[in-house]
């Protein structure tokens, strides 16, 4: 593994083909404002230079060369070629890894003999997202600093840990249900009379002192509306609450939906 340990030392060089200029530009912007040295052909190769001089300095001098891997990269006649296969040729350091740091930057396969190493994507992700990934790319992965317990109560995590997939993220500034909460039942009769009172949703405003229960009423008017509208919901669906759990309008909720719409039931099904 090779790299410059003197004063020419360079943290990372980008290499890429041109239609992917946009991307490398970007790449080079963000790996310079994270505190590396880099090097860009279109940033510090000057007009008049030699090209392939610059590149076999830059790839001497790189402690890494991220390559950002695009179909006209693995073009045979570019001179990205000669760049990946290069550095491909060297040996891995002590812990295992190459100095060529692949990303892809649109949907491509690379070549077989790259198959064996793990790239990251950028394309089709938010900027914020694309830059962790760049910067996980090049510094390494690291560890959150705390993982969500993932049981069936799985909220989202701190912002800097890892949220369980599937899992929705809690509201930033809601209280939990106070599950205490009693009386007011005039107070909420009327908003839940407001809530659907008409075609459309009036906004309900409550007010008063801090501390008298404003926040916990809002919030159980809101869970009330809530279930409410899943009961209708069940009820337009055949649901009645009068029948045994598991049955669905008289009939077992495990029988064909057709079935059950059509008031009949599948043939060699017993009637229970």
Do not use: C
């Not at 390559?67 to 812990?95: C, I, K, M, Q």
């Not at 069936?152 to 249900?177: F, H, I, K, Q």
């Amino acid at each position: 593994m090779t790299g410059s340990d003197g004063p020419d030392r360079l943290d990372a060089f980008v290499s890429y083909a041109g239609p992917q200029r946009p991307w490398a530009e970007w790449v080079a912007d963000q790996l310079r404002k994270a505190g590396l040295t880099v090097e860009l052909d279109v940033w510090d190769w000057a007009a008049g230079s030699n090209a392939v001089l610059n590149m076999n300095t830059a790839l001497a001098r790189a402690d890494r060369v991220v390559a950002l891997y695009s179909a006209a990269y693995f073009e045979p006649s570019r001179f990205t070629t000669d760049e990946w296969t290069a550095v491909l040729a060297e040996r891995p350091g002590a812990d295992g890894r190459r100095r060529l740091v692949p990303l892809r930057v649109e949907r491509v396969q690379p070549p077989p003999i790259l198959g064996p190493l793990v790239y990251r994507d950028l394309f089709d992700l938010g900027e914020e997202q694309a830059r962790q990934a760049l910067l996980s790319a090049v510094f390494g992965p690291r560890r959150p600093d705390n993982a969500p317990f993932p049981g069936e109560r799985a909220t989202a995590a701190a912002s800097d840990g890892v949220r369980l997939p599937g899992s929705r993220p809690g509201p930033w500034n809601v209280p939990r249900r106070l599950l205490g909460f009693t009386g007011r039942t005039a107070l909420l009769a009327q908003l839940r009379e407001q809530l659907i009172a008409g075609e459309r949703t009036v906004v309900q405003a409550l007010h008063g002192m801090g501390g008298v229960g404003v926040a916990a009423t809002a919030d159980r008017a809101h869970r009330d509306h809530l279930t409410q509208r899943r009961v209708q919901g069940r009820r337009r669906a055949g649901w009645d609450p009068r029948v045994q759990p598991g049955r669905v309008g008289g009939h077992d909720s495990t029988e064909p939906a057709h079935a059950v719409r059509n008031g009949r039931r599948p043939v060699g099904r017993r009637a229970g």
